[in-house]
């Protein structure tokens, strides 16, 4: 059974930095693609950064050079490390991943996902 568990949400001031995790566990960790979306309250969930099974990382143009994902092979997990936080960045956050090559930004795509941690950045 595949289990995606986030953390290290939390509320930051503009400008800031916060970096999310998730570990991961019930599968061949390196033959999935992983990726980060976020929803905010009456908005849909939106893609924010991705990796294939490479690692080759993807990102949506409103976090570029802000945002960079990585995978921990070593120690199964995913990272987000946000920098320069906008409040606009406030958001639940949501680790995904699937079986496949690599599914992008696409949150329709990823059949796996985690619970998700709440980001809050304020003015």
């Known amino acids: 059974q595949v289990q995606l568990v986030e953390s290290g949400g939390g509320s930051v001031q503009a400008g800031g930095s916060l970096r999310l995790s998730c570990a991961v566990s019930?599968?061949?960790?390196?033959?999935?693609?992983m990726g980060w979306f976020r929803q905010a309250p009456g908005k849909e969930r939106e893609g924010v950064a991705a990796v294939d099974i490479n690692g080759s990382p993807s990102y949506a143009d409103s976090v570029k050079g802000r945002f960079t994902i990585s995978k921990d092979n070593s120690k199964h997990i995913l990272y987000l490390q946000m920098n320069s936080l906008k409040p606009e960045d406030t958001a639940m956050y949501y680790c995904?991943?699937?079986?496949?090559?690599?599914?992008?930004?696409?949150?329709?795509?990823?059949?796996?996902w985690g619970q998700g941690t709440q980001v809050t950045v304020t003015v």
């Open positions: 019930g599968y061949t960790y390196i033959s999935y693609c």
């Open positions: 995904a991943a699937d079986q496949d090559y690599g599914l992008g930004l696409f949150p329709r795509e990823y059949n796996y």
